[in-house]
């Protein structure tokens, strides 16, 4: 059986300060996540904490590029050599964050194994905003959370878009979006991209099982994928604890029902979690909430043999010719 390897990465390095005296509090998150047994009940084995630099955006103006991207690059080199090695063992690897600037951790490694296997590892990218941000269609860029799927295809700071000189991570006609809101100021964008988009409204309305299929038939070519989500595609009504809530999100039994429809085959190679701010979450109650829409979307992994092999674990490598993309 494939199992569950949680590995920390507290990483706050891509959100602004709350206020001038603080900083975000999704650092705090998979603390608060672990307090209420997440490991255990998933039988996961513990794979640690990636202690993440100091957050100390210093003197930031806008015009000065991404804040702490130095930092946040090193971090990401680190958490990819991390995420490697536990898909080496034949594991499933849950990243718990911190803000949305682990997917380039995660996404490097996923550029690594694609090369390694001679094959495009896709993505789907459940979030309630595109974080699609960058110099081509924003007068300036500053928190690499707001703008992680832009430096994943490639847009943006070489430092952070072009890591080991890989650019793009993850092509733009691999990467399914799920779950943003109608309004999204980059909508139109991810659509002149070729990216695959289905925004809440049609999520709810096709429903989250079929939305799931949906989302894999999309990368059906690619030879397996990485799951990210951003707790703040709920609805705020049900997950107020986020930095940016915005209504008109999904609730939890519907992100436990696409979650499960997309972890449930061994195409889906591991999967973040991000944006949760226990700041926000005095009492413990949405961290609970949290953990159990994990524990249940999770349980297919349970029901899965256990790849023997890193190679054998990445179904149907594709043709070198399909590699590039142009950034």
């Given at each position: ?203 709810r309305s096709a429903g989250a099982a079929r939305s799931a299929q ?16 951003d707790v703040d595609v709920l609805d705020p009504a049900v997950m ?88």
């Amino acid at each position: 059986m494939r199992r569950i390897a949680v590995l920390d990465a507290p990483t706050n390095l891509g959100l602004r300060p709350p206020t001038a005296t603080s900083v975000p509090g999704c650092a705090k998150a998979p603390g608060a996540l672990r307090d209420h047994g997440l490991v255990d009940r998933l039988a996961a084995r513990d794979a640690g904490c990636l202690t993440p630099p100091r957050y100390d955006p210093g003197d930031w103006r806008p015009g000065d590029g991404v804040a702490q991207a130095a930092q946040i690059s090193a971090y990401s080199q680190r958490l990819a050599d991390r995420i490697g090695a536990i898909v080496d063992a034949g594991e499933f690897p849950l990243i718990l964050g911190g803000d949305c600037s682990v997917l380039l951790g995660s996404m490097v490694a996923m550029h690594r194994l694609g090369d390694e296997v001679d094959g495009r590892v896709g993505l789907v990218f459940v979030d309630g905003h595109s974080d699609f941000r960058h110099p081509g269609n924003a007068p300036y860029v500053g928190a690499a959370a707001g703008e992680d799927l832009a430096l994943v295809t490639g847009r943006g700071q070489i430092e952070l878009a072009g890591i080991e000189a890989r650019r793009p991570y993850v092509r733009d006609t691999d990467v399914v979006v799920l779950g943003i809101r109608e309004h999204d100021e980059y909508r139109l964008d991810l659509a002149a991209g070729g990216f695959s988009v289905r925004p809440v409204t049609a999520l709810r309305s096709a429903g989250a099982a079929r939305s799931a299929q949906w989302a894999r038939d999309q990368l059906a070519q690619c030879a397996g994928f990485w799951l990210h989500v951003d707790v703040d595609v709920l609805d705020p009504a049900v997950m107020p604890a986020v930095d940016a809530p915005d209504p008109g999100g999904i609730a939890f039994a519907e992100l436990e029902m696409l979650i499960a429809g997309l972890v449930g085959t061994p195409e889906c190679l591991g999967m973040e979690l991000t944006v949760f701010d226990p700041d926000h979450d005095p009492e413990g109650s949405y961290a609970r909430e949290v953990v159990e829409m994990l524990v249940a979307g999770l349980a297919p992994l349970v029901q899965q043999p256990r790849p023997v092999a890193r190679k054998k674990a990445v179904p149907r490598p594709r043709r070198s010719s399909d590699q590039t993309q142009s950034a």
